[in-house]
């Protein structure tokens, strides 16, 4: 059975950064038929539940892999370090459980796939990737945004 990676907190999995989940019926359609692999790669990095927001600060998660813009919390606090591990953890899943596209969170600065939000905290979305989006898109799985979320 083909498998597909799959934010955690869409499974149901309280996981995000207020503590809750974003578990959906359309998740549920959208992931038919694979086996799938819920995976929360801010967890993953190291970080509780619940945890500070944060965002991109100086380009998406793509510049964040290349060295040139990080993640901070909505206190300054950076966090860089634990979303680039998070994404390598959740790559390494991935790659190991034979996944070839991936169902992420939308918005998030870890799994925002196309739309993150611009490191203001006023709640403004810009076009770019999360990291672990942008990790897992360099290394050939296809990213896809979760609908109905």
Do not use: W
Not at 115 to 133: H, L, M, Q, R, W
Request: aromatic share 4%; charged share 25%; hydrophobic share 40%.
């Amino acid at each position: 059975m083909e498998a597909i990676l799959v934010s955690a907190c869409l499974r149901g999995v309280p996981c995000r950064y207020d503590g809750r989940h974003k578990a959906a019926p359309e998740i549920e359609a959208a992931a038919a038929g694979r086996e799938v692999v819920a995976f929360c790669p801010e967890v993953a990095g190291g970080l509780a539940t619940p945890r500070r927001p944060a965002e991109l600060v100086g380009g998406d998660g793509h510049d964040v892999l290349d060295g040139t813009a990080k993640v901070v919390e909505d206190t300054g606090r950076e966090v860089t370090a634990e979303f680039v591990e998070g994404a390598r953890r959740a790559l390494d899943v991935a790659q190991r459980a034979g996944c070839t596209e991936a169902l992420l969170m939308p918005r998030s600065p870890s799994c925002g796939r196309g739309t993150v939000y611009d490191g203001s905290f006023a709640g403004k979305p810009v076009p770019g990737d999360g990291v672990t989006a942008a990790l897992l898109e360099r290394n050939g799985i296809t990213v896809r945004a979760a609908p109905g979320v």
